[in-house]
Every structure is written in structure tokens, then in C-alpha cells.
């Protein structure tokens, strides 16, 4: 090799490396960057939330600006109404972030929100937001039974107000209100009951597989998966589900009463109405949206004038670590696909399981 091929290799693995090095450069500068930027953020919210524990009115009470016609005040000088949010599946089944966090449930949330604004003197009445398909026909009950305790002891005007879906154990929670406003396109009623089991005895035996069971009694292992379903076994779920729903159409019968208009087997027989459809029968008071409701809850309540003012519960201080990163998880969690409420349904702790619940038939079958 001459003198000037191997000075020219030099230069080359010299340039080389330093383009390696440049790249790695900037690499780290990339990720310093990506780090910088994540520790800015979670300092952020840790003063952020840090403020707003300790800096915020801290009276019981704090009142929330709604829109710009309504308008905060101080707790401590006028009364004002509450918005309590009733929003996806009702169960008892403890909620969680992408990074762990825990919340409680939405049966819990419900139900602390409720006793602690219908205990409050200040809160002259109460504001059901509800946009949920139902869920789980024991947290329904429970809860339900729990809030007529309560308002029977501090009475107060509740008004419902229906988001997108008020539907089955949705709608059965709302028999709390006095009064109820739904939006035209709101898909409401959905008055029922419904269990679904896997059976996969098909694909067993066209694979060869098979499932030996012992058991105590002929029905210990009703309506498994893994064999085909007895008729005496269907009929005895049908008429457990016949009694399940006649607890719901009582509440309805007993919430309503001679508001209901029209068939009632046509309407408790499970289907959805539009919010224009569930006024023409009956299953709400009126066409309206949340400032409607609040207005009317304010009226209801004795609060006068056009702004009425909207009373929320503070923060407890042992949230601090939820609240501070709750706001990051929901950015990095990952969204399904999947059509509500499957997405918290489809978990098998629900197969089998009786819900007041509305579960759109996107397989196609009756």
C-alpha cells in the first residue's frame, strides 16, 4: 500500500469516527432533552398541585366557575348548588393509572361526593351528571339504596342531568332525581338485566380437547364454558333474570310512576331511546342540557337569580401524589380500540355476572 492510499484510509476512519461521535452527540443531547423536559413537567405539577392544597381556599366548600355567566364566590357568605359526576361503569372495582396509581371506584366516588354535598347546609341542591352505560347489578343497588338513605334524612332537590348514555344501571341511578334533562341525541333506558357466558365446547372438540369436571351437585358447574348449556339450566338463569328485573322496574315504576306513558312492556323490555323519544314515554321531564339543569336545580333549591353558583369539595391533602402525576399517566396511557363499554366490561370477572347494564349487540346475533 503507497504512502497516499494509507494517509487517504486514515482520513477516512478518522471522518468516520467522528461522525459516529457527532451522532451520539446528538443522541444525548436528545435524550438530556427528553429528560429535561419530563422533570420540568413533574415539578410543574408538583407546585401546581403543592398550590393548590395549600394556597387555595380551604374552607369546606369552594365554589367552581361553571361558565362565564357563573360566576365564584366565597362558601362561607352564599348558598349554591353541587354537580356530582356519575361517569362510566358502576362497580366497586377499585380504578387505576397506566402507572399504578389507585382511585376508588366509581360506585365510591359516587357515593362520598353524594353524602359529603347533601350533608353540606350551604349546597341548596344537587346535580346528578350522568353519562354511563350501567354496570354491575349489586354496586347499582347498593349504591342506589345508599343515596335514598341519605336524601330521606337531609332532604334536597336533585336534578339529573343526561351526557351521551344514561342507560340501564345508568338510568336506575338516576332514580334519585326529581327531576330529569336529557339531550336529544342521548341514548337512555336500556331497563333490564343481562348475563353472557363463553361457551367453547365446539372448538374443544374440534381440536380434541377435553375438560373432565368433578363436582358436588349436577348444577355446581352451571352453564360452564366448556359444555353445552342444559335447557333446565337456561330457564332457571331466565327466571333469576326475570326476578333481577322486576326489582328494576319497580324503582322506575315507583320513581316515575304515572309519568311513564305508553306499552311498558315495549319500554321495560330493554331497548334505548333517544332523549326526545324517552320524553314522548315518559323516562325524563325534559329536552335540556347541564345549564339548563342547573338553573332549574338552583330554582328548585330556593337559590334566586340568573348566576346560580356552584359549591365543589375540595381535594383531600392525602391525594397530593395522585393528583400530581394523574394528569401525566392520562397523557402516556394507552387508548383501546375498543367500543365502550367494552373496554371495561370484556374483563371475564363480568362473564356470567347479571349487570343492569346496556352492552350494544356488535356481533349480530339476537
Not at 183 to 211: A, P, R, W
Not at 223 to 236: I, M, T, V
Not at 317 to 337: A, Q, R, V, Y
Request: proline share 4%.
Amino acid at each position: 500500500m503507497s504512502y497516499e492510499e494509507e494517509k487517504e484510509n486514515k482520513e477516512n476512519g478518522s471522518q468516520e469516527e467522528n461522525n459516529t461521535n457527532k451522532k451520539n452527540k446528538i443522541q444525548k443531547e436528545k435524550s438530556s432533552k427528553r429528560e429535561l423536559i419530563f422533570t420540568a413537567l413533574v415539578l410543574a405539577s408538583i407546585i401546581i398541585g403543592i398550590y393548590s392544597l395549600f394556597f387555595n381556599n380551604e374552607n369546606k366548600t369552594t365554589p367552581i366557575q361553571i361558565t362565564k355567566n357563573i360566576n365564584s364566590i366565597s362558601a362561607n357568605t352564599q348558598d349554591g348548588i353541587a354537580i356530582i359526576d356519575l361517569t362510566g361503569v358502576i362497580t366497586h372495582a377499585k380504578r387505576k393509572t397506566s402507572i399504578g396509581l389507585e382511585y376508588p371506584s366509581v360506585t365510591e366516588e359516587l357515593m362520598e361526593d353524594f353524602e359529603y354535598y347533601i350533608k353540606d347546609p350551604k349546597v341548596k341542591a344537587i346535580v346528578l351528571q350522568v353519562d354511563s352505560p350501567g354496570g354491575a347489578l349489586t354496586s347499582c343497588e347498593e349504591a342506589l339504596k345508599y343515596l335514598q338513605d341519605l336524601k330521606a334524612k337531609y332532604p334536597k332537590p336533585i336534578v339529573a342531568s343526561f351526557r351521551g348514555m344514561a342507560a340501564s344501571g345508568g338510568y336506575y341511578m338516576s332514580m334519585i332525581a326529581d327531576k330529569i334533562y336529557a339531550n336529544e341525541s342521548t341514548l337512555t333506558g336500556s331497563i333490564g338485566v343481562i348475563s353472557q357466558f363463553l361457551n367453547v365446547s365446539d372448538l374443544m372438540d374440534k381440536y380434541g380437547v377435553k375438560m373432565y369436571t368433578i363436582k358436588s351437585g349436577r348444577n355446581k358447574d352451571s352453564l360452564s364454558p366448556f359444555r353445552e348449556p342444559r335447557e333446565d339450566e337456561l330457564a332457571y338463569w331466565q327466571d333469576m333474570t326475570y326476578e333481577f328485573v322486576a326489582q328494576f322496574t319497580n324503582v322506575v315504576e315507583q320513581a316515575r310512576g304515572d309519568k311513564i306513558k305508553g306499552n311498558r312492556e315495549d319500554i321495560f323490555d330493554g331497548r334505548v331511546f333517544s332523549g326526545k323519544k324517552a320524553l314522548e314515554v315518559g323516562l325524563i321531564d325534559a329536552i335540556g342540557t347541564l345549564q339548563d339543569a342547573i338553573k332549574d336545580a338552583a330554582k328548585l333549591g330556593g337559590i334566586e337569580g340568573e348566576d346560580p353558583y356552584i359549591i365543589k369539595k375540595p381535594q383531600p391533602k392525602d391525594n397530593l401524589l395522585n393528583m400530581i402525576f394523574s394528569g401525566i399517566s392520562e397523557n402516556i396511557k394507552p387508548k383501546s380500540s375498543l367500543p365502550i363499554p367494552y373496554e371495561e366490561i370484556i374483563n371475564t370477572k363480568y362473564i356470567g355476572v347479571p349487570m343492569y347494564i346496556y352492552i350494544p349487540n356488535y356481533t349480530g346475533e339476537n
